[in-house]
């Protein structure tokens, strides 16, 4: 995507996406974590702007996926999006930082003065973020991984191959997909045809390569759409394999 639609997008939505997956702080410190990043950028600059902007690095699904509570955002993520909403880039003074020692992705903290109030704001949030990284990849030392069972593709799956139709119906190609994607081809027919999940990243990718050819495309709505899809058909797939490990559990001890 051009960076010009990039920041069109920015300047008409200011706050959160068209259908936002709000997470709820009480179902575990992902989602809380994920919901207080939410409550800070109220009222500020929206994701569209960030991710358009010309410093950023991270893409906007990523921006996007921060605030699901879905998984463990990237350090980068959680530091641009921070960098906005609890910082002030207006008042960074870039010879104040001494790049050597800080790690890239909270080198903007130390270019604001000693005594600024987002930087005060900024450690707050990179401490609790560091802590959540901490507590949720000690949890998985710990956490058994579970034996792999094989299931077919639940119904919930169909709404991705629906909505992947919908877009590719919107650029007049879809029996033509490799013009649409190019190398990408054979990756999102395997989405099409329900082999795999595409992720938050993955379906970003897919909304920028049919606006190229659909430009009246709505790409918040269409980004929403599929990623709402995906992230539905995964539960449902987790969902099944938890039934198919109990069956199989249950199986193996009537058999004994």
């Not at 450690?123 to 802590?131: A, N, S, V």
């Not at 595409?198 to 790409?219: G, K, N, Q, R, Y």
């Amino acid at each position: 995507m051009s960076r010009d639609i990039s920041n069109r997008m920015g300047r008409r939505n200011w706050h959160m996406p068209a259908r936002p997956r709000i997470p709820n702080p009480e179902d575990g410190p992902l989602q809380a974590f994920a919901y207080g990043l939410r409550q800070l950028g109220e009222g500020r600059v929206s994701v569209a702007w960030i991710a358009g902007h010309e410093e950023t690095t991270v893409s906007r699904a990523a921006l996007y996926a921060a605030l699901s509570g879905a998984r463990l955002p990237k350090r980068e993520t959680v530091g641009t999006l921070l960098r906005w909403w609890a910082g002030s880039p207006a008042d960074e003074d870039p010879e104040s930082e001494d790049q050597f020692y800080v790690e890239s992705a909270w080198a903007w903290v130390e270019r604001l003065p000693r005594d600024h109030e987002g930087r005060r704001a900024a450690i707050h949030w990179r401490d609790r973020y560091l802590k959540l990284v901490t507590d949720v990849e000690g949890a998985r030392e710990f956490t058994p991984r579970a034996p792999r069972v094989a299931i077919a593709a639940p119904p919930e799956q169909h709404r991705v191959s629906d909505e992947l139709k919908r877009l590719f119906s919107a650029t007049g190609l879809d029996d033509e997909l490799w013009r649409v994607f190019g190398k990408l081809t054979f990756r999102v027919e395997s989405y099409l045809e329900g082999k795999a999940l595409p992720s938050d990243d993955m379906c970003w990718t897919i909304v920028e390569h049919c606006l190229s050819f659909a430009p009246s495309l709505d790409p918040d709505d269409a980004y929403n759409r599929l990623a709402r899809a995906a992230e539905v058909a995964r539960a449902a797939r987790a969902r099944d394999r938890r039934i198919a490990r109990t069956n199989r559990t249950n199986g193996g001890s009537a058999t004994a």
